[in-house]
């Protein structure tokens, strides 16, 4: 099967060293060899061992025998319409792009559907971690109740270096980024839209249901302080940025945080790149999925994984669908409650209504307690907040709690 590359960063050559290296296997696995017969990149590689770099993109549409496009390009455009242009040519595509499939996910599905071809995207959440194909196949019998984890790997660097190391933001920034883990712009790893985009798709596929993740409440780890390390230190948790889905009602909601994770959570013992993702469900109970969620080998497994399954069903649908977006089926968790941790600075007084834990500072220095709450719906959080400043005491940080 000859296959094409567009994009060729750090997954698009991670897919070609893994196809060369693993040839006699990928053999074994689809039947036949897989030959790179395009790589579509406006860089130049000098030193690259392929000699079949193209910057026009219509060498790979108009080459008939190219059956599957590897598509790592990223972002929305161009990697949309040339997306689009190769399934209504019939080529299979698949990616490890998680924007596109966030946006338009839905029409490109339904496009591979109707031309009875394969738009996969396995790669585009957990990296190497097997999680899109369990949820449209493994799982598919019960109802999915809740999908939440740890799904960038390059805050859970950050965070793991913070809590582990005493590193700064800054450096553990800089480190993720030398070792390949970080966006191009690290904004969307550390503000949570690289999580967003991750939940979304999680979403759609353990509930049926597009979101619009522009609407999506996302909050990232910039805030996160040495003082709310050490309460968490102090109290038994880790603190994670957490992407979580659930049902309300009808309708699906989804939202980005960093939580406050017991230690004795699995989710707490996830470290550096590494991604933790737990799905529950009505009969299934509790299963959970980890490995490396981000670096170039292995989300070029998850991709190259997806070329021999689009290999294998070369004249085959395999369906993945959910409902197209309607904002009727989006919640903004109005009325989901969560317990959370929040830290004020002043004279804790003698009764926050919704508390359990009151915990103090350690550091004399500063008047500041942390408290560990119920669980609360965002109007009776605003009230404890509300009710507590009223005492004097200044909002410090909150975060919810997750896991438990
Ligand atoms: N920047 C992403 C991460 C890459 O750190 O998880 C994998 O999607």
Redesign the pocket.
Known sequence: MKIAIMGFGVVGSGVGEVVTKNQENLINKCGESIEIAHILDLRDFPDSEFDCFTKDFNDILNDPEVGVVVETMGGVNPAYDFTKKLLLAGKHVVTSN?ELVATHGTELLALARERNINYLFEASVG?GIPIIRPLYSCLTAGEATDVFGI?????NYILTQMFQCGESFENALKA?QQKG???ADPT??VEGY?TCR?IAILAALAFGKALDYTKISTEGITKITADDVAFAEKLGYAIKLIGHSTKDGDAVYAAVFPAFVPKNSPLAGIND?F?GIIVRGNDLGEVMFYGR??GKLP?ANAVVADVVDAIKHKRVNVIIKWDAYDEKHQSQGENLAYAYYIRFSGKAPANIPGSRIVAFSDDDRKAEFAVLTEGLTKSALEDVIKSTKAAGCELMSCMRLIGE
């Open positions: 998680k990296g799904l960038n790997g390059t805050t993720a883990y970080a966006e969307a790893d690289d991750k790149v991604n969620g981000a989300t």
